[in-house]
């Protein structure tokens, strides 16, 4: 019972938080009237007007609930009718669209904001400490001693995080909560204090501007502490994922830093496998994080993973342990690093649905059973050093319930009502907020149930080796091959999230994207660029 | 003068294309992907002929022979893209929440051009941008000042033209149009071509050609689209 209360609480409590998701609904609640208006085709192509045309009836009734809100019109005429499972697949797809750019836009601020540091900073890109984990420095000038350096060097960073990934799990199964808490605590801690007074001590020097220890104490001690509240405890939404983003990108500053540079190249190509490995298989460790994690109710960790609407697991009140440990962000400490970071990897995006969210919905008969929504929060787990996509759809017992956000499932609701837009944005609003004290004070069951956490997830980890790819290919001095990297890697993220809503189930979210980018990279600065070096000093447009 | 100058020419260069991705694209979910999606078929048609520029090692000095080579590519895959928008039209439609995007065919064109286009335009601009913000260099072997903004606009235009291509021939490919497949395939291989002028510094004749061929295009694209002086009177005059 406290792994379904705890659950429950911490999805409401997101979607109180999330200001910014509920606001979202509502914009996009009230825009579709707008589009409304037919623009169709001008008319050279009539065909094509016919086709919709032909199109228009059906597709109604295909999409049911989602369409519902943005085209009013269209529903009215075509009915409430859809069948389950076609809304559920329909509602899936569409949770993708909106999700994937919830996902490119800190993907990408994670990876300009270490672009621009590698560029701007020059410590950053020189590598002369190493990691302990890197005996190998790769000092040689022949290519053969510098590939099984880093051969050597990636092997012992994997087992690394290989090992440190089963220690989680045993922790993990053993509900060794308190010991995984402090050490995740402990790493954030060293990530947001001393990697960030590092960062700002090269950030003032690189840009010649003097300091004070005084101010930069103060400072320093202001951000540390926010940002471990945030983290840990509790915080604006966006703060916390400010936050999330800006200790992914200094983990990635660290590897980018120090790794000799080829066993960062071997690194990348190890932990996707890795990856695959620990996510796929029937026995993979980070597969049986999430498995336990479902059992148990709970989610798992949720400081290690972006999430794209609520983290918070836990509200002031509800504090059960297994909600506490969720929060910490890995950011290990030079020493540790490497295995934190792996540990940070996960990622998960389990694009919940929050079913019927409102109670003042409850009326609706669409609704779904609450009891089933409750493992949502749970399955998610990001387990070592793996990057997860979990997408989970809950399946409420009415498979609309396939669940994606809070909104659509009122929009269902409402629209099954017919009732106006205005109303459903603000009472969707009302409801969750209601629903969140609720929680707090004395958790409903059913509706805490019903409600569930929604958003997409990923994992630190994705965001951290998908920055060091970037940033690794920054350092050469070339855009292109920067530019190019940033498109394979999130047309790689694109294809994870297209497979995630077809599988539905957790993903690993690094070796397409890492595959496409090493592709790309090597493509790039090997062929490409001098190709476009040529074009461009000549000034030849293609 | 460093930095203002590449200040001018980033907004120069990408100014225009940044609004029509502000303005139009970036509320769109579905939009932005197929942005990216579009960027990553360019990327493509590059690698794929920057590999024969490259293996083709006699005629490496011959920008010609590669940018032929490359246009060809690029329309190729120009025709790619279109099967595959098409052939997914359905699961847009599902996954769209803006109608308009599958009910209006050329909204799918105008994003994957504008896709292709700010790519093409920042393979080709961005490193000379990133050489313009400094540390200020004198021209070694007398070159013109003008190359930075030459470029930039330059850019801007095949931007622009990417656009105006990927409505025009995905329309024609729908209604089998084959003049004006052979008119988006021409005029890209023109104003390629046109552009080797550029190496003697005849920037007024390729500048002005291709603006004009910019322009032409636009105008086709615009009628291709179903627009009419009519309909322009109209917008212009926001009834």
Not at chain 1, 181 to 193: A, D, E, Q
Not at chain 1, 454 to 461: F, P
Not at chain 2, 75 to 87: N, Q, T, V
């Given at each position: 019972m406290d792994g379904h209360v705890n659950a429950s609480s911490s999805s409401r409590s997101g979607a109180g938080a999330d200001g910014s998701g509920l606001s979202g609904a509502a914009e996009r609640l009230e825009r579709p009237p707008r589009r409304k208006q037919p623009r169709s085709s001008y008319g050279s192509n009539n065909q094509d007007q016919t086709d919709a045309a032909v199109l228009a009836v059906p597709n109604v009734a295909v999409r049911g609930g989602p369409s519902g809100s943005s085209r009013p019109a269209r529903l009215s005429g075509g009915g409430a009718g859809p069948t389950p499972n076609e809304n559920e697949e329909d509602q899936g797809l569409k949770y993708g669209a909106q999700h994937v750019i919830k996902l490119f836009v800190p993907v990408s601020l994670c990876m300009l904001l270490v672009v621009a540091t590698i560029n701007s900073i020059s410590f950053y890109s020189s590598t002369d400490v190493y990691l302990l984990y890197t005996p190998f420095h790769e000092l040689s000038p022949e290519p053969s001693v510098k590939f099984w350096n880093a051969l050597a060097n990636s092997l012992i960073l994997m087992s690394v995080v290989v090992v440190m990934t089963i220690l989680l799990i045993v922790l993990y199964k053993k509900r060794c909560y308190r010991?995984?808490?402090?050490?995740?605590?402990?790493?954030?801690?060293?990530?947001?204090?001393?990697?960030?007074?590092?960062?700002?001590?090269?950030?003032?020097?690189?840009?010649?501007?003097?300091?004070?220890?005084?101010?930069?104490?103060?400072?320093?001690?202001?951000?540390?502490?926010?940002?471990?509240?945030?983290?840990?405890?509790?915080?604006?939404?966006?703060?916390?994922?400010?936050?999330?983003i800006f200790v992914a990108a200094l983990m990635a500053l660290v590897f980018i830093k120090y790794l000799p540079e080829w066993t960062a190249w071997a690194v990348l190509a190890a932990i996707s496998i890795w990856d695959l490995i620990a996510v796929l298989t029937p026995r993979g460790p980070l597969r049986i994080l999430v498995e336990t994690a479902q059992e148990r109710n709970e989610q798992i960790f949720p400081a290690l993973i972006y999430s794209s609407t609520v983290i918070y697991t836990y509200m002031g009140t509800h504090y059960t342990p297994q909600q506490t440990e969720p929060a910490v962000t890995s950011s290990p400490s030079s020493s540790n690093s490497t295995t934190t970071t792996r540990a940070t990897q996960n990622s998960l995006a389990s694009p919940e649905a929050a079913v019927?969210?409102?109670?003042?919905?409850?009326?609706?008969?669409?609704?779904?059973?609450?009891?089933?929504?409750?493992?949502?929060?749970?399955?998610?787990?990001?387990?070592?050093?793996?990057?997860?996509?979990?997408?989970?759809?809950?399946?409420?017992?009415?498979?609309?319930a396939a669940g994606f956000t809070q909104e659509w499932s009122d929009n269902l609701n409402d629209r099954v009502a017919r009732r106006q837009i205005e109303v459903q944005s603000t009472q969707s609003g009302n409801a969750q907020r209601s629903n969140e004290y609720r929680t707090v004070t004395a958790p409903d069951q059913a509706q805490a149930d019903a409600q569930e956490e929604r958003g997409i997830k990923l994992g630190l980890g994705d965001f951290i080796f998908y920055s060091v790819l970037v940033g690794k290919a920054s350092s050469y001095g070339d855009w292109t091959t920067t530019i190019a990297c940033f498109v394979a890697i999130l047309i790689g993220l694109c294809l994870t999230l297209l497979l995630l809503a077809v599988w539905r189930k957790a993903l690993p979210a690094l070796p397409i994207s890492i595959t496409f980018g090493l592709i790309f990279c090597f493509a790039t600065s090997a062929v490409v660029k001098p190709f476009m070096e040529n074009l461009s000093a000549k000034q030849v447009f293609i | 003068m460093t930095l203002p100058e590449f200040f001018g020419c980033t907004f120069i260069a990408f100014g225009p294309p940044f609004a029509l991705f502000v303005f139009t694209i970036a509320n769109d979910p579905v939009r932005i992907i197929i942005l990216i999606a579009a960027a990553f078929f360019w990327l493509l048609s590059l690698l794929l002929s920057s590999l024969l520029w490259f293996a083709i090692i006699p005629l490496r000095d011959v920008l010609a022979f590669g940018v032929f080579f490359s246009v060809v590519f690029q329309e190729c895959f120009r025709y790619i893209i279109y099967r595959i928008l098409r052939s997914t039209e359905q699961g847009l439609q599902a996954v769209a929440e803006d109608t308009r995007v599958t009910d209006n065919k050329h909204i799918l064109s105008y994003v994957s051009g504008l896709g292709f286009g700010i790519i093409s335009g920042m393979f080709a601009l961005v490193n000379v941008l990133a050489d313009m913000s400094g540390p200020g260099t004198m021209g070694l072997k007398s070159g013109t000042e003008l190359f930075f903004v030459t470029s930039a606009a330059q850019a801007l235009s095949i931007i622009l033209l990417h656009t105006f291509w990927s409505v025009i021939f995905f329309n024609a490919c729908d209604t089998n149009n084959y003049l004006h497949i052979a008119y988006v395939i021409g005029s890209h291989l023109f104003v390629s071509l046109l552009t080797l002028l550029n190496a003697s510094e005849l920037y007024t004749a390729t500048l002005l050609t291709n603006y004009i061929i910019t322009i032409l295009t636009g105008l086709l694209a615009f009628r291709v689209a179903g627009g009419t002086s009519r309909s322009f009177k109209k917008f212009v005059t926001c009834q």
């Amino acid at each position: 019972m406290d792994g379904h209360v705890n659950a429950s609480s911490s999805s409401r409590s997101g979607a109180g938080a999330d200001g910014s998701g509920l606001s979202g609904a509502a914009e996009r609640l009230e825009r579709p009237p707008r589009r409304k208006q037919p623009r169709s085709s001008y008319g050279s192509n009539n065909q094509d007007q016919t086709d919709a045309a032909v199109l228009a009836v059906p597709n109604v009734a295909v999409r049911g609930g989602p369409s519902g809100s943005s085209r009013p019109a269209r529903l009215s005429g075509g009915g409430a009718g859809p069948t389950p499972n076609e809304n559920e697949e329909d509602q899936g797809l569409k949770y993708g669209a909106q999700h994937v750019i919830k996902l490119f836009v800190p993907v990408s601020l994670c990876m300009l904001l270490v672009v621009a540091t590698i560029n701007s900073i020059s410590f950053y890109s020189s590598t002369d400490v190493y990691l302990l984990y890197t005996p190998f420095h790769e000092l040689s000038p022949e290519p053969s001693v510098k590939f099984w350096n880093a051969l050597a060097n990636s092997l012992i960073l994997m087992s690394v995080v290989v090992v440190m990934t089963i220690l989680l799990i045993v922790l993990y199964k053993k509900r060794c909560y308190r010991i995984i808490h402090g050490w995740l605590i402990l790493s954030s801690f060293m990530l947001l204090f001393i990697f960030t007074y590092l960062y700002l001590e090269e950030l003032l020097r690189a840009y010649n501007i003097p300091m004070d220890y005084p101010t930069a104490l103060l400072f320093m001690w202001n951000f540390g502490v926010v940002g471990m509240m945030s983290i840990h405890w509790q915080g604006p939404l966006r703060l916390q994922q400010g936050y999330l983003i800006f200790v992914a990108a200094l983990m990635a500053l660290v590897f980018i830093k120090y790794l000799p540079e080829w066993t960062a190249w071997a690194v990348l190509a190890a932990i996707s496998i890795w990856d695959l490995i620990a996510v796929l298989t029937p026995r993979g460790p980070l597969r049986i994080l999430v498995e336990t994690a479902q059992e148990r109710n709970e989610q798992i960790f949720p400081a290690l993973i972006y999430s794209s609407t609520v983290i918070y697991t836990y509200m002031g009140t509800h504090y059960t342990p297994q909600q506490t440990e969720p929060a910490v962000t890995s950011s290990p400490s030079s020493s540790n690093s490497t295995t934190t970071t792996r540990a940070t990897q996960n990622s998960l995006a389990s694009p919940e649905a929050a079913v019927a969210s409102s109670s003042s919905r409850t009326g609706n008969t669409n609704r779904t059973n609450p009891h089933h929504n409750q493992r949502d929060d749970s399955n998610v787990m990001a387990a070592e050093g793996m990057p997860l996509v979990t997408f989970k759809s809950n399946l409420r017992g009415n498979a609309e319930a396939a669940g994606f956000t809070q909104e659509w499932s009122d929009n269902l609701n409402d629209r099954v009502a017919r009732r106006q837009i205005e109303v459903q944005s603000t009472q969707s609003g009302n409801a969750q907020r209601s629903n969140e004290y609720r929680t707090v004070t004395a958790p409903d069951q059913a509706q805490a149930d019903a409600q569930e956490e929604r958003g997409i997830k990923l994992g630190l980890g994705d965001f951290i080796f998908y920055s060091v790819l970037v940033g690794k290919a920054s350092s050469y001095g070339d855009w292109t091959t920067t530019i190019a990297c940033f498109v394979a890697i999130l047309i790689g993220l694109c294809l994870t999230l297209l497979l995630l809503a077809v599988w539905r189930k957790a993903l690993p979210a690094l070796p397409i994207s890492i595959t496409f980018g090493l592709i790309f990279c090597f493509a790039t600065s090997a062929v490409v660029k001098p190709f476009m070096e040529n074009l461009s000093a000549k000034q030849v447009f293609i | 003068m460093t930095l203002p100058e590449f200040f001018g020419c980033t907004f120069i260069a990408f100014g225009p294309p940044f609004a029509l991705f502000v303005f139009t694209i970036a509320n769109d979910p579905v939009r932005i992907i197929i942005l990216i999606a579009a960027a990553f078929f360019w990327l493509l048609s590059l690698l794929l002929s920057s590999l024969l520029w490259f293996a083709i090692i006699p005629l490496r000095d011959v920008l010609a022979f590669g940018v032929f080579f490359s246009v060809v590519f690029q329309e190729c895959f120009r025709y790619i893209i279109y099967r595959i928008l098409r052939s997914t039209e359905q699961g847009l439609q599902a996954v769209a929440e803006d109608t308009r995007v599958t009910d209006n065919k050329h909204i799918l064109s105008y994003v994957s051009g504008l896709g292709f286009g700010i790519i093409s335009g920042m393979f080709a601009l961005v490193n000379v941008l990133a050489d313009m913000s400094g540390p200020g260099t004198m021209g070694l072997k007398s070159g013109t000042e003008l190359f930075f903004v030459t470029s930039a606009a330059q850019a801007l235009s095949i931007i622009l033209l990417h656009t105006f291509w990927s409505v025009i021939f995905f329309n024609a490919c729908d209604t089998n149009n084959y003049l004006h497949i052979a008119y988006v395939i021409g005029s890209h291989l023109f104003v390629s071509l046109l552009t080797l002028l550029n190496a003697s510094e005849l920037y007024t004749a390729t500048l002005l050609t291709n603006y004009i061929i910019t322009i032409l295009t636009g105008l086709l694209a615009f009628r291709v689209a179903g627009g009419t002086s009519r309909s322009f009177k109209k917008f212009v005059t926001c009834q």
